[in-house]
C-alpha cells in the first residue's frame, strides 16, 4: 500500500464521517473543513482505525498537520 491508496481509502471513510462532501487532498486539514471540530476529529480517528485495522497512541494524530501526513502516520502503523 501506499499513500495514493491509504488517501483513496480516507475519502471512502471522510464520506462516511463528515455530513457534507469533503475533497480529500494531502494537503487538506481540519482548518479547510467547517464542520470539523473535535468531536469529529475523533469519529475520524475510530473510523479509520476501524478500516485500516490500525491504533493510534495519544498524540500521535494531533502531531500531523494535514491529511498527507495523517496518511503518512497510517502507512507507519500499517503491519508490513
Known amino acids: 500500500m501506499n499513500r ?14 463528515f455530513e457534507d462532501p469533503v475533497m480529500v487532498t494531502p494537503e487538506l486539514s481540519a482548518k479547510d473543513v467547517p464542520e470539523w471540530d473535535s468531536f469529529l476529529q475523533i469519529s475520524l480517528i475510530v473510523a479509520v482505525e476501524k478500516n485500516f485495522g490500525v491504533r ?3 498524540g500521535e494524530v494531533e502531531a500531523t498537520r494535514n491529511l ?13
Open 4 to 17: 495514493s491508496s491509504v488517501l483513496e481509502r480516507l475519502q471512502s471513510v471522510c464520506d462516511d464521517v
Open 56 to 58: 493510534f497512541r495519544m
Open 68 to 80: 498527507g501526513e495523517f496518511a503518512d502516520l497510517i502507512l507507519r502503523k500499517l503491519p508490513t
